[in-house]
């Protein structure tokens, strides 16, 4: 059977080509695609809920042509939640697809919506990020091995100031390194810091990382995107699939799966199909839960029109006190 119709939370939803393979190299397929959604909806839609999401679907498949969805469709369901959010670049409002419910991911996820991408901040304040955001890019033949070591040293820069941070791998390439903030803060704020820290690690280790976009020198580096922290960009959402030759998905882990991939120089120890996330949410719970409720403050960087350069030297004064530190590391 290929077609099939079934109640979640009082709706009826049609599924449809269940047996259509989306990942071919997998042999996965869409039925595929929902279970997992299926079972992992535990933990992803508390990251989802009350967000802006923006689609990307496959609707031929990871090796078809995909698109990207903002708008909710003309045909979707009325039980749908929607939220319009007005778009400067368009002028107009678009109606994103808030996925706050069960029912409301499955049907998504029939529809070929692979990648789901949402908001930094909650549709309801939408100028006030939730999170602060850095997605660390490897330029061939630089990999997640050297994404690790990167994310280490902005680890430490976090625990000088007191926050805390969290891992996950963007289910591509790279790794994504995240910190909680759910206190009142601006884009502008987050912006100026991200880019600060960036600007630092370059000056630091510039063999090694980029703060700007350089397809000519991303050779063998990290690009230290901090630019994701703006309210026209959005981020693969925790718990994600990703469109990869096979079913990956964006999974958070632990600080000690960091520094061993680093230690053990293996790339494929950081790869997480969709079976080994739903099998380690199982086991550890969800590891991305304090983004949701852990309450921190960026420090305080008020100063006329600061420069890259001053951010860079406020960031590099607080590292030197942090390389003094002898403090015991957060486990």
Known sequence: MTDSAIEIQGHLLKLSNLEKVLYPAAGFTKKDVIDYYVRIAPAIIPHLAGRA???????????????????????????????????????????????????????????????????????????????????????????????????????????????????????????????????????????????????????????????????QARTGKVFVDWSQNDEHKTTIAVYSLRARERPTVSTPVKWEEVERCFKKKDAGFLVFEAGQTVARFEKMGDLFEPMLELKQQLPDLRRPAVSPAAGLEIAAQAEGTQRRSKRPRRK
């Open 53 to 215: 999401l923006t689609r990307k679907r496959y609707p031929d498949g990871v090796e078809g042509e995909p698109f990207f969805e903002k708008n909710a469709p003309m045909h979707k369901p009325d039980w749908v939640k929607t939220a319009a959010i007005w778009s400067g670049r368009n002028r107009r409002n678009v109606n994103y697809i808030l996925a706050d419910d069960l029912a409301t991911l499955v049907w998504l996820a029939n529809l070929a919506a692979l990648e789901l991408h949402p908001s930094l901040a909650l549709a309801v304040d939408v100028e006030c990020p939730r999170e602060m955001v850095f997605d660390l890019d490897p330029g061939p033949p630089a990999n997640i091995v050297q994404c690790c070591q990167v994310g280490l040293w902005l680890r430490d820069i976090f625990e000088h100031f007191g926050l805390q941070s969290f891992p996950k791998t963007s289910g591509s390439k790279g790794l994504q390194i995240y910190v909680p903030l759910n206190t009142p803060v601006t884009y502008d704020a987050t912006k100026l810091f991200s880019h600060a820290l960036a600007q630092l690690l370059e000056h630091d280790h510039p063999e090694l990382v980029l703060s700007e976009m350089s397809r």
